[in-house]
Structures are given as C-alpha cells and as structure tokens.
C-alpha cells in the first residue's frame, strides 16, 4: 500500500514559481518510479514529468521542459515539482503517482495522490 499526499498548490500570477510536493508512505519510496501529471477543465489528464527511483534519470512533457524540474530525496520519501515561468494554461490539479520501473515507458501508475490545485493568473 502506497499513500501519497500533495502540497504546494495555490494562486500564483503568470511568470511566477510555485514548488509542489508530495509525500509518500505505505510503500518502498526508493524503488518506485514517480511521476507528475495535471488535469485541467475540459480537457485529458497528461503527463508532466517522471524520475527514476535513484533520481538518475528525468522527463519531461515538451509544455513545460525547460520550465520545471522534477526531483526526489528518498530519505524523506518525498518527490518534488519546481515550476517555475508558470504560464495561465499551466492551471489545473497535479496528481503525483508511483509506479513500478516500466512504468517509465508505459505511464502505467499504480498509486495516485488526491491532487492539489494550481491556479496561474494572467
């Protein structure tokens, strides 16, 4: 059983920053791969970035590469989001998720968060 909660979410004016968090428990934190996805109104739930389980490898949806980064410190079991340049069509709910290792390739999750609300004002 894996448990994941987010955090940092909230209003923020267009070109500003905002760093995410989600924090895990339940489960082995360092042998999961971990991803962030969003989902605004009216439109599909799509992938933002992922980490590899050692940290070692990042990727990242063409949208928002260069503008934010995705980390994680397993001591803490605790992945992260840097959002940074943040534009208006970046609003939407970020869910956090673990996966096994194919879940690289698949985006195929297993564990999901309850999301947290990021609002980008023009």
């Known amino acids: 059983q894996v448990q994941l909660i987010e955090s940092g979410g909230g209003l923020v004016q267009a070109g500003g920053s905002l760093r995410l968090s989600c924090a895990a428990s339940?489960?082995?934190?360092?042998?999961?791969?971990m991803g962030w996805f969003r989902q605004a109104p009216g439109k599909e739930r799509e992938f933002v970035a992922a980490?590899?389980?050692?940290?070692?490898?990042?990727k990242y949806a063409d949208s928002v590469k260069g503008r934010f980064t995705i980390s994680r410190d397993n001591a803490k079991n605790t992945l992260y989001l840097q959002m940074n340049s943040l534009k208006p069509e970046d609003s939407a709910v970020y869910y956090c998720?673990?996966?096994?290792?194919?879940?690289?390739?698949?985006?195929?999750?297993?564990?999901w968060g309850q999301g947290t609300q990021v609002t980008v004002s023009s």
């Open positions: 998720a673990a996966g096994p290792p194919l879940a690289w390739g698949t985006l195929k999750y297993d564990y």
């Open positions: 339940g489960g082995p934190f360092n042998a999961y791969v």
């Open positions: 980490i590899t389980w050692n940290g070692g490898g990042t």
